[in-house]
């Protein structure tokens, strides 16, 4: 074989081994573009996520508990300033707002200790699933209809069932003498409330339950 030859085919041979070899490191080049990609997509995604959890945090935790717990302390012009310049008041209608000023009131006319059970009440109340609350509204709906001397008994006994732990709650419930105290429908109010966490009312009367 000529020299020119052998030169040639080892020129050629040279180029092919190039080829091969280029051509793993295209394909490694191509799979790490789209694992970057992926994760690019994926951080993005991420970025997202935490940018709709955060705009949706304040929303969740701006309760009205958290509000008077802020500023309980405060006299109640300080109190009556900070409630005009809350931006969700001002959003509110006149009636309503005229309504939460009635109730600021009336908490700042407490004792103490009884604000305490108001506020811990209103914390239990934000924490509840909005299923929780529908059926918690429809209960206090239903005892509030009762004749008075009937609801005022109903509400002493949620306050005591309140105390109890639940196995003991149900014991109470099934006992004779509730059977012989209450109706069947009391029964079954009586039972509702006390599977709640909630707070009962306070002072034997049926308060509204807290409203966010």
């Not at 490191?25 to 790490?32: K, L, P, T, V």
């Not at 109340?125 to 005022?152: N, V």
Request: net charge positive; hydrophobic share 25%; glycine share 4%.
């Amino acid at each position: 074989m000529r020299p020119d030859s052998i030169t040639k085919l080892a020129v050629a041979g040279l180029l092919l081994l190039a080829s091969a070899a280029t051509l793993p490191c295209q394909g490694q080049a191509r799979r790490n573009r789209n694992r970057q990609a992926e994760q690019k997509q994926r951080q993005q995604q991420r970025k997202e996520e935490r940018k709709e959890q955060h705009q949706a945090q304040p929303q969740q935790q701006h309760h009205a508990g958290d509000w008077l717990r802020r500023y309980k302390d405060l006299p109640p012009e300080q109190q009556q300033g900070a409630l005009e310049k809350d931006p969700d008041f001002k959003r509110l209608p006149p009636e309503r707002q005229q309504q939460l000023r009635q109730r600021l009131q009336h908490f700042n006319s407490l004792p103490p200790q009884q604000q305490d059970r108001i506020l811990s009440r209103m914390e239990t109340w934000e924490h509840l699933t909005p299923e929780q609350k529908g059926q918690a509204r429809q209960l206090y709906s239903q005892i509030k209809d009762l004749p008075p001397e009937r609801r005022r008994m109903v509400q002493t006994a949620v306050r005591g069932l309140r105390q109890m732990p639940p196995e003991q709650r149900q014991q109470v419930l099934d006992s004779e003498r509730f059977r012989n105290m209450f109706s069947p429908q009391e029964r079954d109010l009586l039972g509702g409330v006390s599977r709640l966490p909630l707070a009962p009312p306070e002072g034997g009367q049926n308060d509204q339950e807290p409203e966010e």
